[in-house]
Nanobody, 114 residues
Framework: QVQLVESGGGLVQPGESLRLSCAASRSIFRIYGAAWYRQPPGKQRELVAYITPGSMTNYADSVKGRFAISRDNANNTVYLQMNSLKPEDTAVYSC????????WGQGTQVTVSS
């Protein structure tokens, strides 16, 4: 059974940092690329960052230089380090595996507000 378990969301002030984690079943972690998506309130879901099984990365223009996606092969976990957070980063963040995305986590709320 494939499982994706996300953690790390919360409420922060502008300029602060958060790290999201996505622990995946070993059966998919080594095979598929992983991505973080987000869905802001009232908007469509958008791709934030993507990492291949070989750890090549790609980012949305809106987060380049502030966010970093990485993967820990020993722990079957993908991370999204988010720095210099802005109010417009407020969204539900979800991790996925596969291209196109096939397996999804439950989502975690990130709220950036003063």
């Amino acid at each position: 059974q494939v499982q994706l378990v996300e953690s790390g969301g919360g409420l922060v002030q502008p300029g602060e940092s958060l790290r999201l984690s996505c622990a995946a079943s070993r059966s998919i972690f080594r095979i598929y690329g992983a991505a973080w998506y987000r869905q802001p309130p009232g908007k469509q879901r958008e791709l934030v960052a993507y990492i291949t099984p070989g750890s090549m990365t790609n980012y949305a223009d809106s987060v380049k230089g502030r966010f970093a996606i990485s993967r820990d092969n020993a722990n079957n976990t993908v991370y999204l380090q988010m720095n210099s957070l802005k109010p417009e980063d407020t969204a539900v963040y979800s991790c996925s595996f596969g291209a196109p995305p096939t397996f999804w986590g439950q989502g975690t709320q990130v709220t950036v507000s003063s």
